[in-house]
């Protein structure tokens, strides 16, 4: 019995240390990696948003409207390496954090599946007076972007969707298997203890895995807000994301059939975490108004290929604009 008790303690003593480290290390990461932009209250969500082009958004009134939407495990700083400078010159540009991600919100017992994703960005939209603007959505930010133009079809004009998750996976990708943690209260201890020393460990092969066969950028924990998921909150919220794929992704496919507007789609060749045949292929054979580009890359387009990324969303812009004259 003693021995038992002593295991307990040492535990305990372990899970302590474990809690410590998190949230100082999440403190650290938070006074070094503030927000950059301002807070736009919704439905369910305080979303941190950020604009380019014009500080107050006043000098971007005549520009047509961009929203970029991050993927899984992500944030607006993945549009940092070139995207949203390039096209503020001819756009005006908001980028947001998705519920949960970054530093946005999720209201205490707010669902995560895409449908409830897209209904607070079209309260953002709404609320930012963006007229029908091209949505730019990435990786799993592109179910997002879909399930927006499906449910809200006045809030977008056009889609480009990079390397978007279309198709329910089968499985998901190794890299993200801490994130399948279905039981709530372990997840959480997960989340406050282990998570973030784990993540900091395997950051090195997780990055590798995500950016292959490309480089992941040496300043991306800064510059790409990669610290920033390794807080308990955004993994708390990236692991709900992914749980809220297989049972509500299957409901917007459906649907695919309805989107008229313009829907570009580009995909790397050599995507290691998505297949472009299935999610891209297969969104462009079912959507009227879609057509798929393929470059030779991987996922993170928007970081490794900011220029062809930026170029592709000009592109689809154009066609949005051209069809409404």
């Known amino acids: ?194 998570a973030t020393p784990a993540a900091i460990a395997l950051s090195k092969k997780a990055l590798a895995a995500v950016f292959a066969p490309e480089a992941a950028p040496r300043d991306f924990a800064v510059k790409g807000g990669g610290l920033l998921g390794l807080r308990p909150a955004p993994f708390l919220a990236a692991s709900c994301d992914m749980q809220a794929v297989p049972p509500h992704i299957p409901l917007i496919e459906a649907r695919y059939g309805e989107l008229t507007l313009p829907v570009g789609i580009l995909y790397g060749r050599q995507d290691a975490l998505l297949d472009w045949r299935e999610n891209g292929q297969g969104l462009a054979d079912r959507a009227p108004g879609a057509w798929l580009e393929l470059v030779d890359g991987g996922h993170m387009l928007p970081v490794t290929q900011p220029g062809v990324t930026a170029a592709f969303v000009e592109r689809v812009a154009q066609r949005a604009a051209a069809g409404r004259a």
């Open 1 to 194: 019995m003693n021995v038992f008790f002593f295991i307990l303690a040492a535990l305990a003593l372990v899970l302590a240390a474990l809690a410590w480290f998190t949230h100082r290390t999440a403190r650290r990461i938070g006074q070094f990696l503030p927000p950059q932009g301002r807070f736009v209250d919704v439905a369910g969500a305080r979303l941190h948003v950020r604009e380019w082009g014009s500080e107050s958004g006043s000098e971007s009134g005549n520009k047509p409207a961009l929203l970029l939407v991050h993927g899984l495990c992500g944030q607006m700083a993945h549009f940092d390496y070139g995207v949203a400078e390039e096209l503020s010159r001819r756009f005006r540009v908001v980028a947001v954090d998705r519920p949960g991600s970054g530093h946005s919100l999720r209201a205490p017992g707010a669902a995560a599946d895409v449908s409830v994703q897209a209904a607070a960005l079209a309260a953002l939209v709404k609320e930012l007076g963006l007229e029908r603007p091209t949505v730019v959505g990435h990786s799993l930010g592109g179910a997002v972007a879909l399930a927006l133009a499906i449910e809200h079809p006045a809030s977008v004009g056009a889609l480009a969707l990079v390397a978007p998750l279309t198709h329910a996976p089968a499985a998901p990708h190794p890299v993200f298997r801490a994130l399948k943690i279905s039981n709530r209260p372990l997840r959480a201890l997960f989340a406050h203890t282990l």
